[in-house]
């Protein structure tokens, strides 16, 4: 298949290892992995504010990205991203009176997957150890984030790759399916509560005796990688993706280090 690659700010900005990781995924599988150059914010925060008027631009921006490129699905490495695309992008044309939009939102969000919608559902990946060589020597806890879990209902097919790599020991997570207090500019406007919800995670993520958490949204684990800190703990944060790229030959590190085809990354 052809794969469009929508990268995300906060992957593109602060986790590029993402992103390359799941290029080498989905190369690993035999794909073809391209990069539409329009792309920038999905405007997801714009709409979570109540900012419709000022989210079309940015939702027309993204639509004529991936609706002007050849390919056959695209794919995200962050539920919210997706979840925007899917179910934001024609509420906010439908919104601002404008259909045209809101048709062709309507067909690039069918195309949009998260990447764990993919592999499992579209790509037939179901033991990542034998289909994709991931192998991961660490105990790893797992936070699915909201976004994921209640608007593209991921279930626990982020949580069920993570078990299928090789060598991993997954503990869980006590009151995993609580928000970990992020919520995008829920945090800025509301930093008590944000903190005291973070302050919860960290401390039921360090009493899983993990070495690190897992989830599949950068965002997220950035708020959490913060909590886990102002605790005083050593234990870090990485998206899925990057356990899944890592491999007996190439290993991923627990910081997130990846050696890739072409050398470290």
């Known amino acids: 298949m052809k794969i469009a690659l929508f990268a995300t700010c906060i992957v593109d900005a602060m986790y590029p290892r993402t992103a390359q990781a799941t290029v080498a995924i989905l190369e690993r599988l035999g794909h073809e992995v391209v990069f539409p150059a329009g792309q920038a914010c999905c405007g997801q925060m714009h709409v979570n504010s109540g900012y419709f008027k000022e989210a079309h631009s940015v939702v027309a921006n993204h639509v004529r990205a991936f609706d002007t490129e050849d390919y056959d699905v695209a ?17 906010v044309a439908r919104r601002c009176g404008d259909s045209a939009l809101e048709a062709r939102a309507a067909v690039v969000g069918a195309k949009t997957y998260e990447l764990s919608q993919l592999l499992t559902d579209v790509l037939g990946v179901t033991n990542a150890a034998e289909q994709l060589g991931s192998h991961f020597p660490h105990k790893v806890t797992y ?43 829920f945090s800025m406007k509301n930093a008590d509560v944000s903190s005291a919800m973070n302050a919860d995670k ?35 944060t990485l998206h899925f993706a990057e356990i899944l790229a890592s491999t007996l030959e190439n290993p991923v590190s627990v910081t997130g280090t990846v050696t890739l085809a072409g050398g470290k990354r």
């Open 75 to 91: 794919v995200a490495p962050s539920g919210s991203c997706v979840a925007s695309v899917k179910h934001q992008h024609e509420l």
């Open 143 to 185: 936070h699915p984030s909201c976004h994921g879990m209640r608007l593209l209902r991921l279930a626990d097919r982020q949580l069920n790759l993570l078990k299928s790599v090789g060598a991993i020991e997954m503990v869980e997570l006590p009151e995993a399916e609580q928000c970990c207090g992020f919520g995008g500019t």
């Open 202 to 236: 960290a401390a039921n993520i360090c009493g899983t005796g993990a070495e690190l958490c897992s989830g599949g949204d950068a965002s997220c684990l950035m708020h959490i990688g913060g909590g886990l800190a102002r605790q005083g703990s050593d234990v870090a």
